[in-house]
């Protein structure tokens, strides 16, 4: 059994700055990919930064300048750091990965529970 477990987020005012975690466990045998999508009210879900083990990184176009990835290969955990944070950042963050657990062949996703970031004055 995996398990996507994430903290951080809450409020913030705007130019602040949140730092969100994510911690995979579970018979986990290979993680790829982590990262986080985002949902705000009345929209589709959005990619916002994932990072393969290898260390690439992808990033959604109006974050990239201010949101920073990064992981921790040995304990599978991922952290979002969010500077500059604006009220158009709003959503419910997902954390998610790639992996593939022990005893399967093939890699699925799954999903942390979703964290709430507010930014607002």
């Known amino acids: 059994q995996v398990q996507l477990v994430e903290s951080g987020g809450g409020l913030v005012r705007p130019g602040g700055s949140l730092r969100l975690a994510c911690v995979a466990s579970?018979?986990?045998?290979?993680?790829?990919?982590m990262g986080w999508y985002r949902q705000a009210p009345g929209k589709q879900r959005e990619l916002v930064a994932r990072?393969?083990?290898?260390?690439?990184?992808r990033y959604e176009e109006a974050v990239k300048d201010r949101f920073t990835i990064s992981r921790n290969n040995a304990n599978n955990t991922a952290y979002l750091q969010m500077n500059n944070l604006k009220p158009e950042d709003t959503a419910v963050y997902y954390c998610?990965?790639?992996?593939?657990?022990?005893?399967?062949?093939?890699?699925?996703?799954?999903w942390g529970q979703g964290t709430q970031v507010t930014v607002s004055s």
């Open positions: 998610y990965s790639e992996l593939t657990p022990i005893g399967k062949w093939a890699s699925d996703t799954y």
């Open positions: 990072m393969h083990k290898s260390g690439t990184t």
């Open positions: 579970g018979d986990i045998y290979s993680v790829y990919y």
